[in-house]
């Protein structure tokens, strides 16, 4: 008998490469807001707590709270738009989902992502096989709190002791420490396997093959 019967997955990193749409959406909102733009490599240690966050650790230091939030609002209309430009899954992502569906596997997303974009990019690229999806929304508190991975796991029904958190990041290590889950860490994302190892990570796979084998 396997182990685990539910997987809540991450998606920035995990399951989508949405690193250059991520990049573009915040250098619009630098430059429109007269701000010096960041390089690809600085965006990608910037993600992963949300895009207030993002936006924030992008800015200058000490940039006004007003000017911040108009930052804000301007990546989020420009990501609205433009979230589907460069973003795809990871190679070996589709297919070991449907893999997953067909051997009886639940599946969900939880991301910092805002809500609306994680239902777009879930519905878009894995329709089906990713039936519940959660985002950052009013009321809720964001990954690492446990908030986000809870719900998903009532909405599945699955039981705690056979869920398990994929992830590829030091917040989804948290995450998945504060709702008591395992986690299962991935080294193609947006951080890399030292990175995963210095925070805590106690299994890393480096492909979707592998990731699959960890989960039969």
Known sequence: ????????????????????????????????????????????????NGVARLIHLAL???VSPELEAKCLETFKGHYRLHMRDKTGPYPGVPALLERLQADGFRMAVVSNKLDDAVKTLCGEYFGPLI??????????????????????????????????????????????????????????????????LAHGAGTILDTPEELERALL
Do not use: H
């Open 1 to 48: 008998m396997r182990r685990f019967d539910t997987v809540i997955f991450d998606l920035d990193g995990t399951l989508l490469d949405t690193l250059e749409d991520l990049a573009d959406s915040t250098n619009y909102a630098l430059r429109e807001n007269g701000f010096p733009t960041r390089s690809l490599a600085e965006v990608r240690q910037f993600v992963g």
């Open 60 to 62: 200058p230091a000490r």
């Open 131 to 196: 039936p519940v999806a959660l985002g950052e929304r009013p009321g809720i508190r964001k990954k690492p709190a446990p908030d986000l991975v809870r719900a998903c796991m009532v909405a599945l029904g699955g039981a705690a002791d056979r869920c398990v958190y994929v992830g590829d990041s030091d917040v989804d290590i948290q995450s998945a420490q504060n709702a008591g889950l395992p986690c299962l860490s991935v080294s193609w994302g947006f951080r890399d396997r030292d990175f995963l």
